[in-house]
């Protein structure tokens, strides 16, 4: 796509305005696409993560979670992260795909969070139940438990095509030397791991041990469960956000995270449209390069301490 010097100031100025808007000329950008290894798909890199999607279907928080999911679709969002493990978000999120009609386009992921065969058996069809499909694109063992039991199953539905993926997860550095021993004896396509601009430990060996087998990464706590925004508070925006086009503190975390070297993609938990259009445009423009990465983390580093 061509753009006129008069289009491209004019997009440039549109930084200054706020956060969320991110002008004209980058807003009909497509998004940026990972690609993951094991296959050579390509997906958005950016997600959604629906570990909040809960309550009662009659609740007015209902129709705000369905504006959201039709916003982050609307913009080209695909890859949607959930669990039987988070109350009855699989029912939210089931619901609203049927009644938008959506469930074909996106890229769904889910969990099994049992130790034995049989109740992980039970438990992932119960997804299947909720979710609606014949298959899903990725199902993982949510914070390795009974992973290898339950690496067994998921290996034969994924050769019964039941998951184009499978993978494992954790969100938290206490489980990085058992998830690294699973990688050890498992042939997974993905991982997702917690990394953030204030959580650097899955860079030290899980990131780079991703890169080197060529597993893709999901990243879970993009912002530390909204520890990153109370450490920046209202201060502005640094100059070297439009360096990397980024109108947003949300924007210029989930860059961090992109632009890891392993193709990482972020799913911040995201229950208001605004968030979604703000997390969604993060997958746009720049990324910052080492050099700037370390400045971020220099700038941060004070912050949280
Ligand atoms: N072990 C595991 O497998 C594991 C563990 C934890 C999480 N996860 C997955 O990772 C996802 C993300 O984790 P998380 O939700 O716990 O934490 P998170 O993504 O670090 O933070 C979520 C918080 O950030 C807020 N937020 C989102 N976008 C924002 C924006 N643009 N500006 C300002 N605030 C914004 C959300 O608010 P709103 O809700 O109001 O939009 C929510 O309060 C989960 O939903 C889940 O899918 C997996």
């Given at each position: 796509?061509?753009?006129?010097?008069?289009?491209?100031?004019?997009?440039?100025?549109?930084?200054?305005?706020?956060?969320?808007?991110?002008?004209?000329?980058?807003?009909?950008?497509?998004?940026?696409?990972?690609?993951?290894?094991?296959?050579?798909?390509?997906?958005?890199?950016?997600?959604?993560?629906?570990?909040?999607?809960?309550?009662?279907?009659?609740?007015?928080?209902?129709?705000?979670?369905?504006?959201?999911?039709?916003?982050?679709?609307?913009?080209?969002?695909?890859?949607?992260?959930?669990?039987?493990?988070?109350?009855?978000?699989?029912?939210?999120?089931?619901?609203?795909?049927?009644?938008?009609?959506?469930?074909?386009?996106?890229?769904?992921?889910?969990?099994?969070?049992?130790?034995?065969?049989?109740?992980?058996?039970?438990?992932?069809?119960?997804?299947?139940?909720?979710?609606?499909?014949?298959?899903?694109?990725?199902?993982?063992?949510?914070?390795?438990?009974?992973?290898?039991?339950?690496?067994?199953?998921?290996?034969?539905?994924?050769?019964?095509?039941?998951?184009?993926?499978?993978?494992?997860?954790?969100?938290?550095?206490?489980?990085?030397?058992?998830?690294?021993?699973?990688?050890?004896?498992?042939?997974?396509?993905?991982?997702?791991?917690?990394?953030?601009?204030?959580?650097?430990?899955?860079?030290e060996r899980l990131l780079p041990m991703a890169l080197d087998r060529g597993i893709a990464v999901l990243v879970n706590l993009p912002f530390g469960r909204g520890r990153l925004f109370r450490a920046v508070g209202d201060r502005p925006l640094p100059d070297w956000a439009a360096d990397?086009?980024?109108?947003?503190?949300?924007?210029?975390?989930?860059?961090?995270?992109?632009?890891?070297?392993?193709?990482?993609?972020?799913?911040?938990?995201?229950?208001?449209?605004?968030?979604?259009?703000?997390?969604?445009?993060?997958?746009?423009?720049?990324?910052?390069d080492a050099n700037l990465r370390r400045e971020m983390e220099r700038f941060i580093d004070p912050l949280l301490s």
């Amino acid at each position: 796509m061509k753009f006129t010097r008069r289009q491209v100031i004019q997009a440039t100025a549109g930084f200054a305005t706020g956060a969320g808007w991110i002008g004209p000329l980058l807003a009909q950008t497509p998004l940026n696409m990972t690609t993951i290894p094991s296959s050579g798909q390509q997906i958005p890199s950016i997600g959604i993560g629906c570990r909040n999607y809960r309550g009662p279907a009659d609740s007015q928080e209902m129709s705000v979670f369905r504006d959201t999911f039709a916003t982050f679709h609307r913009l080209g969002g695909k890859v949607v992260d959930t669990s039987p493990n988070y109350g009855n978000s699989e029912t939210v999120i089931g619901g609203i795909m049927r009644e938008l009609g959506i469930r074909d386009d996106l890229w769904l992921a889910t969990k099994v969070d049992r130790t034995d065969r049989a109740s992980g058996i039970t438990r992932m069809e119960r997804s299947f139940e909720l979710l609606g499909g014949d298959s899903f694109e990725l199902m993982q063992v949510h914070n390795l438990r009974g992973a290898d039991v339950q690496l067994e199953t998921m290996r034969s539905w994924k050769e019964q095509g039941r998951f184009r993926y499978i993978g494992v997860t954790t969100s938290s550095d206490r489980q990085y030397d058992a998830l690294a021993e699973v990688l050890e004896r498992h042939r997974l396509d993905f991982i997702q791991i917690d990394y953030s601009l204030g959580n650097r430990n899955a860079a030290e060996r899980l990131l780079p041990m991703a890169l080197d087998r060529g597993i893709a990464v999901l990243v879970n706590l993009p912002f530390g469960r909204g520890r990153l925004f109370r450490a920046v508070g209202d201060r502005p925006l640094p100059d070297w956000a439009a360096d990397i086009d980024a109108s947003s503190w949300a924007q210029v975390f989930l860059k961090y995270i992109m632009s890891h070297a392993s193709g990482a993609i972020p799913i911040p938990g995201t229950t208001k449209p605004h968030h979604a259009e703000d997390n969604v445009a993060a997958a746009r423009g720049r990324l910052p390069d080492a050099n700037l990465r370390r400045e971020m983390e220099r700038f941060i580093d004070p912050l949280l301490s």
